[in-house]
C-alpha cells in the first residue's frame, strides 16, 4: 500500500510540474487576440483618421489624450537628439526626471552622468530610473552609481534581475522618458550608448528617431516616468514640483499627447492603438520600425489596408540589424504582405533602430514601440503621437529620405533566395512570439 501511495505522490508530482510548466510557457509565448476593426453601421468599417472621431476613439481605446497647445519637434539621430536633450538638462532649475531602458558603458553615459550631477549639486532635483534589463552593464560599472548618488541625484533600479523576480524578465519597461521642470519633455528610440551618435548614415551610427515636446503633453511623459518611479520604490511623485500648472498651459498650436502601452491578460492597448491606426487610413500608412515581426491578425490588417489601396509602406532594418533573428522572422512574413501590395524596404547603411508612423499626412507617432509580439503583448511602450499636418509632413520628408539609403524587397528576390536563408527564416519564425 506504501509503494502504490509513494507512486501515486511522484505521479501527481509530475503532473502538477508539467500543468506549471504548460502555463508558464503559454504566458511566455501568449500573443493578442484583436484581428480586425468593425464600426456597427458604417459600411467603411472603421474611424478614419482624419475623422473628428478617431482622436476620440484614440482615447477611449488606449488611454491616449490628445489635446492642442504643444509644441512638437522631432529630432533624428545622435546628431539631433543629444545637443537638444543636453541643452535642455543643463537649462533646469527645479526638477529633471530620467527614464531609460538601455545603457552602455559609454561616453554618452558619461555626459548624461555629468550633467545631472553638476544639476543636483546646484539644488535641481534629479531622480534617474534605470531598467534592471537593459541598463545592466551600466549598472554594473564600478563607481557610476554611486557618483550620482553621491551628487545628490536619486537613483532607483526598475524591475532589477534576482531569481526570486525572474517572472518579471519578460515583461520589460521599454520606456524612454526625460522631462526637465515638469515642462519639456523628450522620448523616442534612444539610450546611453555610442552606437546613438552620429547621422545615421554610417556603419556604426544607429539610424534613430525622438522627439521634443513643450505643453500639456510634457505633463503625459512625466507621468510615465512616475508610474516607472512608483513601481521601483513604492512613492507616486505628484504635486506642482513635478507637475507645475504652467505645463498645462497652451505652449503651441500641435495637437498632441502620449501613448504610454503596457501589457494586460488579452487585448493591449499597444495591439488597439495600432490597429485603429492601420484600419482608420485611407491614402497612406508609411511604418519605420527596427523590429517589424507582424502576427497573422496584423498582417491581415496591413494587407487588407493595402487591397483597399492604401499606400503600406514599411522601412524595417537590414543587413546591418544589430539582431539578427529578428531580420529573419521579419523576412519569413515578406511573401504574403508583397503579394498585397506592401512595399517594404530594408535599410542599408547602419542598423535602422528608429519607431515612428504616419498615417494620411495628419497623424504621427514617434516613440519605442516596435512592430513585434513583444512590444505589442509584454511591453511597456513610450509614443509621441500627433494630429498635425507639419510635424506628420515632417516624418514624411524623412521617411523618403531614408528610403534613397534602402533597398526595397520585392517578390523575385524574395523568390531568389538561398536554402539557408529560408532555413533560417523557417527557425527564426517558430521564435517570433518571445523576440
Known sequence: MGRILRRAGVGVGILALAALASIGWFSLTRGTPLRTVIAVGDESGRVAVHDTLFGETLELFTGTHIEPGNTVQPLYNG????PALWRDLRAARQTITVQNYFSLRSAIADTASAILRERARSGVRVLLVLDGFGSQELIDQPGYLDSL??????????RPLHWYNIDKVNNRSHVRATVIDGRVGYTGGYGFADYWQGNGRREGEWRESGVRVAGPAAAHVQSMFAAAWAEATGQLVTGALFFPPATFERAGGVRAGVFFA????????AERFMALTIAGSQRRLWVTNSYFVPDDDFRGLLTRAARRGVDVRVLTAGPKSDVKTTTYAARARYPELLRAGVRIYEYQPTMMHAKSMTADGLFAMIGSQNFDNRSLAFNNESSLVALDRRVAANVDSVFLADLAYSEEITLDKVRRKSLGDRVLEFGANLLSRVL
Request: charge should be positive; hydrophobic fraction near 40%.
Open 262 to 269: 503596457y501589457p494586460t491578460t488579452g487585448s493591449t492597448p
Open 79 to 82: 546628431v539631433e537628439i543629444y
Open 149 to 158: 548618488r553621491v551628487a545628490g541625484v536619486r537613483v532607483a533600479i526598475l
